[in-house]
């Protein structure tokens, strides 16, 4: 099976600017989350789709959205770009997205940088 | 209070030998999952194993295994004949239904196997 995939793998926006991540998860996949890693915050949880549906949501603020495609395949949106956001956004897919036993498996993720 | 907790920034390891990266969780759940996940520098999340918190048995997959003490909340990994691809960051994570779908990562370890 093909693993997760991401694109695109680096991105440089200005201030203010808005960005449209992807994500397709691994087939047979229906449970999408999103990460982002910062060295200073470490890895934090967005959010979570499943079947179309957010079903989790992080401490973000309302600039990070996403949404969920019928095959599974996820965007995330950032708008008005800060320079905070620079980092590196990762997308996980699982089975189910049951808790405790699923494993989330990663794709490679997308280097934001904002100038 | 901290949910993962790997107090070993970096560590060595010289190659052939075995290391041990710490890691203590907290949670009340009853139900849980540990994981960890190996990053290089290329950035992707690689899984590497999994300990439910009902396991009777602590996880091995190849040269990985978990040393899980449960009432000391604690989930060691261990590498056996280290390699020199062996060298990354290391990641120990949970996931419990009470936080939904989300994993909760620690800091992290960075391994440096030496040749």
Known sequence: ?115 | AQKITQTQPGMFVQEKEAVTLDCTYDTSDPSYGLFWYKQPSSGEMIFLIYQGSYDQQNATEGRYSLNFQKARKSANLVISASQLGDSAMYFCAMREPSSGDKLTFGTGTRLAVRP
């Open chain 1, 1 to 115: 099976k093909a693993g997760v995939t991401q694109t695109p793998r680096y991105l440089i926006k200005t201030r203010g600017q808005q960005v449209t991540l992807s994500c397709s998860p691994i087939s047979g996949h229906r449970s999408v989350s999103w990460y982002q890693q910062t060295p200073g915050q470490g890895l934090q949880f967005l959010f979570e789709y499943f079947s179309e549906t957010q079903r989790n949501k992080g401490n973000f603020p309302g600039r990070f959205s996403g949404r969920q495609f019928s095959n599974s395949r996820s965007e995330m949106n950032v708008s008005t770009l800060e320079l905070g956001d620079s980092a590196l956004y990762l997308c996980a897919s699982s089975s189910e997205g049951l808790a405790g036993t699923d494993t989330q498996y990663f794709g490679p993720g997308t280097r934001l940088t904002v100038l």
